[in-house]
């Protein structure tokens, strides 16, 4: 069972640490100090759930409802397009850099609430169908090889993602000082924009 653990924890892990529309995200509230705890949990936990209907034969709802992934698809590349939008904006808008003392970017304003954080967070992560596609796909495909030892994998699976969530949003703040930069950070939120809007043109073409 120690080895379909670690198993499962090396393929979870290799299919969430590719750069992300989620993954930028939590790298970005982690630069910014600003709800750490509570986005990594929040994607790690999202993860746990996605994992566990996968290795539960979830993904069959996908079969009976044929509509749900290109509605999914579509409310995903215009969340992806918007958000993309404002990060481009931002990094042409923003005139300092990082200010972890103050948790914000000069000429940002105020820090976000921890309730719109947290609604972004889950939009991004429950409207993206490769979430679905990583999770209750791949990952319970591959489970369903291992039958008895199937809750070993995805419980490697699940650890790998609380790992690497947490080690992405918490290890973002020793790039603090690069990031205080206003030339860094502003290539990084124009970095993140490009990202979101490549996911959602990649999801509009797939349709």
């Known amino acids: 069972m120690i ?20 993954n930028a ?18 994607c790690a936990a999202s993860d746990a759930i996605l994992i566990t209907a996968g290795v ?12 749900l992934e290109p509605a999914m698809r579509a409310a ?5 397009t918007v958000y993309g939008a404002r990060s481009l904006l931002a990094a042409l808008r923003s005139t300092g850099g990082l200010q972890p003392e103050a948790g914000a ?20 992560t429950w409207l993206n169908p490769h979430v679905y596609l990583d999770t209750v796909v791949m990952l319970g495909t591959v489970a369903s090889q291992y039958e008895d030892g199937r809750w070993a994998f995805a419980s490697g699976a699940v650890s790998g993602s609380f790992l690497f969530f947490f080690a992405l949003g918490y290890g973002a703040r020793r790039l603090q000082p690069l990031f205080a930069r206003p030339l ?24």
């Open 25 to 42: 995200f939590v790298l970005r509230q982690g630069l910014l100090g600003r709800h750490v705890f509570a986005v990594c949990l929040t």
């Open 3 to 22: 080895t379909v653990f670690a198993t499962g924890l090396a393929v979870g892990l290799g299919l969430i640490v590719a750069i992300g529309a989620q």
């Open 56 to 67: 539960t034969s979830f993904g069959q709802i996908t079969a009976w409802l044929p509509w």
């Open 105 to 124: 970017v000069a000429g940002r304003g105020n820090a976000s609430t921890l309730a719109g954080t947290l609604l972004a967070c889950l939009a991004i």
């Open 76 to 80: 995903g590349a215009l969340f992806l």
């Open 184 to 207: 860094a950070w502003r290539l990084m939120e124009a970095s993140i924009g490009v990202v979101m809007w490549l996911i959602a043109a990649h999801l509009v073409l797939r349709g």
